[in-house]
């Protein structure tokens, strides 16, 4: 099938591109971009006044398979992504069995080619059932194909075994995405410490908790010479810290989700547990830090952590419910939202931390429009004003604290090496 | 007039609620003494009590009060129930309801906990102590005491000491007391009361005697042993020599001085016995007035809901 797509503001920062421009695309490659392509194609797209970008990579999510069908299913998260504009997402390894070994990763694969609708990648655990002990079958899991490694939401706490996980897992290239945080700083923490936690009687989070494990880390990339990818960044101190491991030329990358740049603690109503998630919403400082921190680059990614619970598990007690909010279908118009017209991030910046600088951590040659790359392009109308609507939503899970929340930017197409699997702003694929 | 469904803190009542239900706590406080006092008000109410942490006085205080006023009461003996096959918070509201019962009054080891099954249940929710959050009917207890003995709270040098950080108890006199003009200090080692708490509205130290200085209330809170993990503090020697009050620390404070405790009490840890048992305590009054203040609270919600057309 052949596709061309006419006349949209084609951003691709891999390539210097922001202009208007026409891309034809065949056989699920990218075949040609460039201004007024005439060619027969077997579907043409009419991009006028939309943006049209790479593909969305959004390297940490959790699609809960297998295990835990009952919050989503590698089915219904992958169409989440979908209709937020993503064309490849990376799972965490916090599956159950973990994903610490060859055989889940092939089922991974095998229940993403049946009946995923964009790229689902898995990522391996960096220990044996993320406990800290003895390092995965991280060669193994290599072969079979994960894009990464991660103990997913904890630190590994062992020192020496982090910088051999570290290590172990340059020789094969594979990159590590790093939970920073120290349990025992966490403690009985429920949300971010301060002046709210102490109006609302909750034990709170410090911002050192994230912090100690930021620097622990980077000094190991540093003494080891490898890379670290830290997940999640929620302080200014974290923030800061990054900044300087960059100057002295640490190969640290970082990512920040849309809650963290969006909400602050602040924001907590009513004990509602769509307000939980780990790390905490932080300050309002601490927001602002990390807003610029994208604009300045500290932070050059933006990943959902997109993390469906089941309604029970939050519409109970604060301290009971499990942590994490849903992210795919409200990343884009979040970061369009709050990001670009917020004044903080140029279009091209935008998807440099959406799609380009993921696409670089993966090296897998996603992430940009080069011809001969894969036809994953994302289309979206960013002028488009609307109402975040919880039931309108495909991911299985309705954990979310954005409901009812004003926003501009709708994800009109998503395309999945060459196949349309979002048209128009509706799920081709039921 | 008391217009709501709950009462789940301090936090949320106004000045006025408060005094209202300061005011009714005075009449009800005669039927403590005098059985013939006592009447139907709650019209045959069921009121359960569910404590998921244990309790002594506030649990009794509760039901003798329900009793007083002619409510049918029951506890449901949380170990025994069915939560400990694993039923959910809500789910046991739920079932309560359909019941019938009027109250549910409930401590639990989590903050915010009162507030999700009072937003999930028909009946009346009051809370009697949730996690590190609040303990309403303590506080207002504390405050009815304060106000026999003291007349009123404009001005008044209140001190809390002790383990603040994790004391529903301080949090609730905190926000109580605030609101009717009392000067709040908040005392304890450094390690057990955070600085963040200023944002309350009242003073936090770590000067013991600089807070005891002039003080017309002295409040001691319980060492909340089962709570810490990590200990905040070497042992309860080092604690009760540096944080324990005793007689000479006392005389920091004003010679009629109130000396309050919210129970149970750790003697010689936070206060020495003599001071437990000396002339200045009101703590076995705090007691008494409990009842008083938990029937008025009773009564008020009844009434709040009996007009409202539930």
Redesign the interface.
Known sequence: MSLLIKGGRVIDPANGIDEIMDIFADGGKIAEVGRDIEKAADRTINAEGKWVMPGLIDLHVHFREPGYERKETIRTGSRAAAMGGFTTVCCMPNTNPVTDNDIVVEFIKLKAERAGIVNVLPIGSLTKGMEGEVLSDIGRMASAGVCALSEDGKSVLNAALMKNAMRYASMFDLPVFDHCEDPSLTGKGQMNAGAQAAYMGLAGISNDSEEVIVARDMILAESTKTPIHLCHISTKGSVTLIRQAKERGVRVTAEATPHHFTLCDEDIRDYDANYKMAPPLRSREDREAIRLALKDGTIGVISTDHAPHHVDEKNCEFQKALNGIIGLETSFCLAHTELVLGGYLTPSQLVEKMSTNPGRILHNGKGTLSAGADADITIADPNEQYTIDVDDMVSKAKNTPFGGREVKGRILYTIVGGEIVVDGGKLIKK | MLKRKDLLGL?DLGRDEIIEILDTAKEMKKKIDNPALRDCTLGKSSIITLFYENSTRTRMSFMLAGSYLGGIVQDLGVAASSVSKGE???DTGLNLDKMGVRFMIMR?Q????A??LA?NVNASVINAG?????HPTQALLDMYTIRDYLGGFEGLKVVILGDISHS?VA?SNAFGLVKLGAEVTLAGPSTLV?G??K??GVNVTSDIKGALADADVVMGLRVQFERQ??MPFPNTREYSTLYGINSSMLNYAKKDALVMHPGPVNRGVEFASDIIDGPNSVINIQVKNGVAVRMAILKLLYEAGASTDR
């Open positions: 936090r959910s918070l809500i639990h989590m903050t915010g906990a507030a999700v937003r949730d996690g590190t959050n609040e529903r949090r955070s963040s708490m944002s309350l993990k990590n």
